[in-house]
Every structure is written in structure tokens, then in C-alpha cells.
């Protein structure tokens, strides 16, 4: 059974950083793509940006820059490092693995996180 587990998340001031992290059981990151996706309240989910099982990254278009995924393979973890946090960043950020159609601006994953809540104040 694959589990998905975020933490990292909170409540930070406009232009400060945090960093996310999402322990996976179940499915080994290094042989399956993640990444992450975020949604806002009233908003549909938003793909945020992903992690190949080599290593390659891509983003969404308003992370670009800002955000960065890495990986431990050892912790079998992946990490979504988020900087110059601005207020329309507030979301619940949810870990995803093995992402079908890796590579595209709509990646569909099969397993999900609970998600962490992040909350930028102004």
C-alpha cells in the first residue's frame, strides 16, 4: 500500500521561505516520477511542479524561479522548497507519485497525500 505523508507546512510572512517535505512508503522515488500539486479554497488544484525518476524537474508556470523539488533517495523523500512566498501562494500543497503524462503542463498522478496547509500572510 503506498502512503504519502507531507509535513512542512505553516503559516509564513510574504516573502519568506519554507520547505515541504513528502516521506513516501510503498513506492520507491527513484524509480517513479512525483511531484506537487496545490490548491487554493475555490480553486481547482494546480499542478505546482515535478520530479522525474532521474532527477529532471519542470515547473508551473508561477513557480518558475521561485520554487525548487529535490529528492533524497536514501529517505526516499522528496522535497518541494518554496521562496519570495507571496499571499496568493496560500494552499494546501499535496505530494503526488507516479505522474502519468510526466513532461506535460497537466501531469495525472496515482497516488495522492493528505496535503499540508501553507498560509502566507500579507
Known sequence: QVQLVESGGGLVQAGGSLRLSCAASGLTFNIYSSGWFRQAPGKEREFVGAISWTGRTYYG?????????????????????MNSLKPEDTAVYYCAGDLQAYGTKRPTPNYWGRGTQVTVSS
Not at 62 to 81: A, C, E, H, P, W
Open 61 to 81: 508556470d508561477s513557480m518558475k524561479g521561485r520554487f525548487t523539488i529535490s529528492r533524497d533517495n536514501i529517505k526516499n523523500t522528496v522535497y518541494l522548497q
